[in-house]
């Protein structure tokens, strides 16, 4: 899915008009433009998802450590959302910014990167993308708590989804699965107060 096609998907959630572009002066354009990078960035971070995961060599910066307990500053990469794990490290490492303090290396980063193509998406994380969208732009736009409330616990079930089916994809999986009864209660809940309908997508029944 386009980055258009995931706005309009939460548009559309809402009841609301598509937008034809994020460049658009309508208000549902510029709400999209401002809120789209900031909630894709933060899925990203909520799950440890496959296609964006990255590696990398540490590279050294020409500067002393500020601690002695640590050898060596390096750079954390440009496009990092998140740390997965970092080896041959040392036992002790701390981030500092944009940078970090490693005891030893040569170490290699695995990490969460930064994907602003939305071509890479996997069709997931662009389902959760568009309940979480749909949240934020619910409250910018009807004030409900309520069913902006409701659409976050289908961006939480998307993302359980992908926990899912990442650990039976990946058999050395970093991520640690959850699961909750009370969302599953008050997902249950929110069906019937708002009598909304239910539909199959990639990672599972949607409700619109």
């Given at each position: 899915?386009?980055?258009?096609?995931?706005?309009?998907?939460?548009?559309?959630i809402l009841g609301m008009p598509p937008i034809v572009?994020?460049?658009?002066?309508?208000?549902?354009?510029?709400?999209?433009?401002?809120?789209?990078?900031?909630?894709?960035?933060?899925?990203?971070?909520?799950?440890?998802?496959?296609?964006?995961?990255?590696?990398?060599?540490?590279?050294?910066?020409?500067?002393?450590?500020?601690?002695?307990?640590?050898?060596?500053?390096?750079?954390?990469?440009?496009?990092?959302?998140?740390?997965?794990?970092?080896?041959?490290?040392?036992?002790?490492?701390?981030?500092?910014?944009?940078?970090?303090?490693?005891?030893?290396?040569?170490?290699?980063?695995?990490?969460?990167?930064?994907?602003?193509?939305?071509?890479?998406?996997?069709?997931?994380?662009?389902?959760?993308?568009?309940?979480?969208?749909?949240?934020?732009?619910?409250?910018?736009?009807?004030?409900?708590?309520?069913?902006?409330?409701?659409?976050?616990?289908?961006?939480?079930?998307?993302?359980?989804?992908?926990?899912?089916?990442?650990?039976?994809?990946?058999?050395?999986?970093?991520?640690?699965?959850?699961?909750?009864?009370?969302?599953?209660?008050?997902?249950?809940?929110?069906?019937?107060?708002?009598?909304?309908?239910?539909?199959?997508?990639?990672?599972?029944?949607?409700?619109?």
């Open positions: 899915m386009t980055s258009i096609e995931i706005c309009n998907s939460s548009l559309a572009s994020l460049e658009d002066e309508s208000n549902s354009a510029r709400q999209c433009r401002t809120l789209f990078p900031i909630l894709r960035d933060r899925v990203l971070r909520d799950h440890l998802w496959s296609f964006a995961t990255a590696f990398a060599e540490l590279q050294q910066l020409a500067e002393a450590s500020p601690e002695e307990r640590f050898s060596f500053v390096c750079a954390l990469p440009a496009d990092l959302i998140r740390v997965i794990s970092i080896e041959g490290s040392g036992k002790y490492r701390k981030i500092a910014g944009k940078k970090i303090l490693v005891q030893a290396l040569p170490a290699r980063i695995a990490y969460i990167r930064r994907v602003t193509d939305s071509g890479e998406f996997d069709g997931c994380f662009a389902e959760a993308l568009q309940y979480l969208l749909a949240a934020e732009l619910c409250m910018a736009n009807t004030r409900d708590g309520n069913l902006a409330g409701f659409y976050r616990q289908e961006y939480e079930h998307r993302l359980a989804a992908a926990r899912s089916i990442d650990s039976a994809e990946n058999i050395d999986s970093f991520q640690h699965e959850r699961h909750s009864s009370f969302l599953a209660a008050r997902h249950s809940l929110g069906e019937r107060r708002h009598g909304l309908r239910k539909i199959e997508g990639d990672c599972g029944i949607q409700g619109v």
